[in-house]
Structures are given as structure tokens and as C-alpha cells.
């Protein structure tokens, strides 16, 4: 049989035909994209399994480590990159101190701390590496095959870590014994490649993507444990503690160790918060001030969407240190001089649970734009606590500080920065003054609004401080344009 049609139903049949055609192309892509979406769909994050055995005579960490690494990027890798921080500790011209902190840092002489890498093993053989950067803290590991985007693969580890007789972030004092930025971590891979920047001296020189954390800590039972996470079970044998830690949906994991702590907690919602203390001055106050910023925090910005929270009295010259569900707090703090500046120190450290630590960032490049959310953070904080005359003084001694100190940007990196005191004035202080600025510019409705929303869009992502200056000038707000401190 044979159909003859006229002009106009031939038309609509090759019409219809061509986006039945376009459709069959377009669905063959989509099923495609679903596939690289079905692979990442719910385990979208690198997870890193480690067993951790602490040596209390030697002060060293036997370690095995099962990264599962996800290529997010829309390029085949050849090779993944990881810090090992461990080893800025190794040399004295490595160390990530200014040269008027050794004393403070090193109080009994310069000590090493290194991580040696005994074994690198992919599916099916040793992985090729080498250790390389200025400071030898960067591991290279080349895969076994390209990893293509949306595809995962699996990196064991052997290692150990020396830690040094030293009270900054990484090391051991009198009291407590500080394990963080200790195992091989994965570099973020961004629009500008591989981030590989070393452990600076100036700020803090960190920069990590959102990961998930199965960790079995083996210590001498005489220590307590402080730790990112939460723990789900603890196995005592003989002198020693088995502890088995989860910590989903974070940057970093941290723990410190003590048997000279004390230990109070409390509760606020789903989430407990510990105070750890080395003796009776403040460590009831300092749990309360815990509690109290995260009520304020909680209220201003968004929920914090962890189990646990700590602050840890520590060895820790510097004053006070975040890391995910837990911060180091300068143990000298705690006595009636320092209230002021334990609560304020207290305060600041949480704020950063949430700049930094859930909104993340590249905090050598851009360390203006956690550290200036983070201390205006602060002193929101002091007004709603104790009124807004407070939070006028706390303004005012910055502009007096800085104005007469600093002439300098904030907009910079930290390794642009002469000195701490220098980057403290420009990147805090500066920066806590601009957003103060832009709060007068735009009212306390606008202001607290996109900063929640600021949140809510960037939780267990990294941003950039272009994405962080477009949402003000959505508001009207030109930040390059603003003068600090100036109303």
C-alpha cells in the first residue's frame, strides 16, 4: 500500500521525526550523565579508614590507612597528591614558626616530627610515590590506571608518625599530647588543578574537602580521649583502650590525649558538648561558654548539624586552634585574669565550626574570608550575650588597633604578610570592620538573611571569596568600594 501525503503533513512528520531523533540524543547523554550521577549518588565524599596505635615511650603512631578516593573533577587524573604535614615538623628550617616563637614553640630545644611512608598499595600492586615540595610534606602517588571523572579507587597506606616535643597544633607538652594535620590527606583538586601549598608559618595553611572518617585509635588506658567525631564504642584489654570513631561529613579529623584531664558535658539539642580541663579553674565556665555560642551561632546562622562538640584545654601557645567538633584552647587561658580572653577565645573557635569547618575555604589564598566572618562572629556573639554597648566597644578598640597599626589590605594571601601580628590586624580585625560596615549599609534583616543563606548553600563545600563578594553585591554592596571601619 502506498500513502501519498501533501506538503503540510509531510512537514509535520519530519518535524516530529527530528525530535524524536533529538530526543533519542538527548536521552542517550542523559543516560550517560546518570551513570557518573548513579556512581557518586550517596557516597559523593572521599572516606579515609585508619587504624592508629598510639606509642606513648617513643611518641609514635603506627598507622594503616584505606583512602576511598572519588575523582569529582571532569578530567581523567593520572596521580593524586597528599599532604603529609607531619614532615614541616622535620627539619628547624622547615618548622612552621616565626623565628620569635621557637622558644615558645620548642620550650626544651628543637624536637623532630616526621612521617615516614613504609607502604603505598593500589587494587592490585605497590603504587609508585615520592615525597616532594620545599618542605618534603607533599606525597605523590601515581594510579595504577587513569581515573576517570565520576570513578573511585582505592589507596592503602603504611605509615608512622614521630611526634615532636612541641605546643603549637602538632606535638606533645606536659599535659596534653596534640595529634592533628598527622595523616596523609588528599589535596583539593580546583579550577586552578592541585593544591599543593606547604605548611606556612603565617595563619593557618590549611585547605581540605568534606570527607567521611572510620578511625580506631588504640592508646594506653591511663589517657582520656578527646576527638573529632563520635565515638561508638570502647574496648579496654589489659593497659590499653580501643576506641572506634565515626565522623561523617567533615574536614579533618583530630584527637588529643591527656591523663591529666578533667571532664565535664552537657547537652544542647542532638548535640553534646564536652568541656576538657587540666584543673578546676574554669572548665565549668568554659563549657557554658561553649554552650551559650553555639545557642547564638545556631540562632544567627544555621544549625550545627553535628553530635559532639569539645573544647580541649591543651599545650598551645597560639591561643586557641579549630578543627572539626573540636577546638584547642591555650590551657594558660584558664584562670580569673584570662576570663575575657578565654571567653573570647572560646567564642571565636566556634564560630569556626561553621566558617571554616562546614563553609570551607582556601585559607592560604583567601584567609580573609574565614577568618573576618569568623572574628565579627566573635563579637556578635559578645553583643547578644551581654548587649549591644559591648559589641560598640569591642568595634571601637578595633578601629582605634588597626587604624593606627595597619595600612594594609586584607585582600591578601598569607605568605604576602610580613609577620602574624601584621595578618592579625589585616585579616581579622580589618576584615571583622568590613563586615561590620556592611551590616550598617544593608540592616540587620538583610545582612543575617544572606549570611543563613550564605550557609545553607555552601554547607560541605569549599567557596571562593569572589562567590562571597557577589552575594553583597546582590544587596547593593560593592565590598572592594567599602572603607573599613567608616560608617
Given at each position: ?16 521525526l527530528?525530535?524524536?531523533f ?13 551513570e ?22 617513643e ?41 620569635n ?11 623532630k ?41 582505592n ?180 584562670n ?15 564560630a ?63 605568605t ?64 572592594d ?7
Open positions: 500500500m502506498v500513502v501519498l501525503l501533501n506538503k503540510d503533513k509531510l512537514i509535520r512528520l519530519l518535524f516530529t527530528s525530535l524524536f533529538l530526543t533519542f540524543i538527548f536521552l542517550g547523554k542523559l543516560n550517560l550523565d546518570m557518573v550521577f548513579k556512581r557518586l549518588k550517596g557516597n559523593d565524599v572521599n572516606t579515609y579508614s585508619i587504624d592508629v596505635s598510639f606509642d606513648d615511650k611518641k609514635l603512631l603506627k598507622c594503616a590507612q584505606n583512602i576511598t578516593y572519588i575523582n569529582k573533577t571532569d578530567k581523567n587524573l593520572e596521580r593524586i597528591y597528599f599532604h603529609i604535614y607531619p614532615n614541616a615538623f622535620l627539619k628547624k628550617e622547615y618548622a612552621p614558626f616565626e623565628k616563637e621557637f622558644k615558645k614553640a620548642y620550650p626544651n630545644g628543637f624536637s616530627g616526621y612521617i615516614n611512608i613504609n607502604k603505598v598499595l593500589g587494587k592490585k600492586y605497590n603504587l609508585d610515590y615520592k615525597i616532594m615540595g620545599k618542605k618534603e610534606d607533599i606525597l605523590e602517588v601515581n594510579l595504577e590506571d587513569n581515573l576517570k571523572p565520576g570513578q573511585k579507587t589507596i592503602y597506606l603504611e605509615y608512622d608518625v614521630k611526634l615532636p616535643n612541641s605546643v603549637g597544633r602538632f606535638g606533645y607538652g606536659d599535659y596534653t599530647i596534640n595529634i592533628t594535620n598527622w595523616y596523609p590527606i588528599a589535596c583539593v583538586y580546583d579550577n586552578r588543578g592541585w593544591n599543593t601549598k606547604t605548611y606556612e608559618k603565617i595563619g593557618d595553611p590549611f585547605y581540605s574537602d568534606i570527607s567521611n572518617f572510620n578511625v580506631n585509635i588504640n592508646i594506653p588506658s591511663r589517657y582520656k580521649l578527646a576527638t573529632t567525631g563520635t565515638i561508638k564504642s570502647e574496648r579496654i584489654k589489659k593497659d590499653s583502650t580501643l576506641y572506634k570513631i565515626k565522623g561523617n561529613n567533615v574536614r579533618d579529623f583530630a584527637f588529643i590525649l591527656s591523663d591529666k584531664f578533667n571532664v565535664l558535658s552537657t547537652k544542647l539539642n542532638d548535640t553534646k558538648i564536652y568541656s576538657y580541663f587540666l584543673d578546676k579553674k574554669l572548665g565549668k565556665e568554659s563549657l557554658q561558654i561553649a554552650k551559650d555560642s553555639l545557642v547564638v551561632f545556631n540562632n544567627l546562622f544555621g544549625k550545627y548539624p553535628y553530635k559532639t562538640y569539645s573544647v580541649v584545654a591543651s599545650d598551645f601557645f597560639i591561643g586557641g586552634m579549630e578543627y572539626p567538633n573540636l577546638v584547642m584552647i591555650d590551657r594558660n587561658l584558664y580569673q585574669n584570662s576570663k575575657f580572653s578565654l571567653e573570647y577565645v572560646v567564642a571565636h573557635e566556634t569556626h565550626q561553621w566558617w571554616y569547618s562546614l563553609v570551607g575555604n582556601d585559607e592560604i589564598s583567601e584567609p580573609w574570608l574565614d577568618e573576618a566572618l569568623t572574628e565579627y562572629s566573635t563579637i556578635l556573639y559578645f553583643e547578644k550575650k551581654y548587649g549591644k554597648e559591648v559589641k560598640d566597644r569591642l568595634i571601637k578598640n578595633l578601629k582605634t588597633n588597626t587604624f593606627r597599626k595597619s595600612t594594609e589590605s586584607i585582600f591578601k594571601s598569607t604576602e604578610f610580613k609577620n602574624s601580628f601584621e595578618y592579625s590586624l589585616c585579616v581579622y580585625s580589618k576584615g571583622a570592620l568590613l563586615l561590620d560596615n556592611i551590616r550598617n549599609k544593608v540592616g540587620d534583616d538583610v545582612f543575617f538573611e544572606t549570611l543563613r543563606k550564605y550557609y545553607k548553600q555552601n554547607m560541605y563545600k569549599n567557596v571562593t571569596g569572589n562567590q562571597f563578594v557577589n552575594i553583597w553585591k546582590e544587596k547593593g554592596v560593592n565590598m568600594k567599602i572603607i573599613y571601619g567608616n560608617n
